[in-house]
């Protein structure tokens, strides 16, 4: 999927969970932290000095987008306690899922087994309109409500 796409799935669902909206955004903005391994991405070229290393160390969809990386990003964020550390989590959880309805992804990472759907360029794409316009309408319902609980 595109970044647009996981940092809006990411608050949806960071959302859900924490019912929290800087929950939210925490969750939003982790959930673009595993493309760093993507040199050619939008995030990877911004960080392409970590993004260039990383990317021939293990790859794409390897292991920043594994079990794995989301128990030791959990750990490391708990630093900045148990809200953080989960927010954080569900951001990269709803990357790898994401990912894996437009793709393969090395879920068990150091396992080379990959889980996902393998699809065309045209169903990768609608695939990441309908979700990004789906996210987008329930963030949308969730502000009116936050916005009618507050009247």
Do not use: C
């Not at 982790?30 to 990317?55: H, Q, V």
């Not at 990912?99 to 990472?109: N, P, S």
């Amino acid at each position: 999927m595109e970044w647009t796409t996981h940092a809006l799935t990411g608050m949806v669902l960071g959302y859900a969970v924490t019912n929290n909206w800087k929950m939210a955004v925490i969750s939003g903005l982790t959930a673009i932290i595993p493309d760093l391994d993507e040199p050619k991405s939008r995030f990877g070229k911004s960080f392409f000095f970590i993004s260039i290393p990383l990317n021939q160390l293990f790859g794409h969809r390897t292991f920043t987008h594994s079990l794995l990386f989301v128990a030791i990003t959990g750990l490391i964020t708990l630093l900045f306690g148990p809200k953080v550390s989960i927010a954080s989590m569900i951001g990269i959880l709803a990357h790898i899922f994401g990912d894996m309805l437009t793709g393969r992804v090395q879920l068990f990472y150091p396992k080379k087994m990959k889980v996902g759907l393998k699809i065309s360029r045209m169903a990768f794409l609608i695939t990441d309109r309908f979700t990004r316009l789906m996210a987008l309408l329930w963030l949308g319902v969730i502000v009116y409500q936050d916005v009618l609980r507050n009247i």
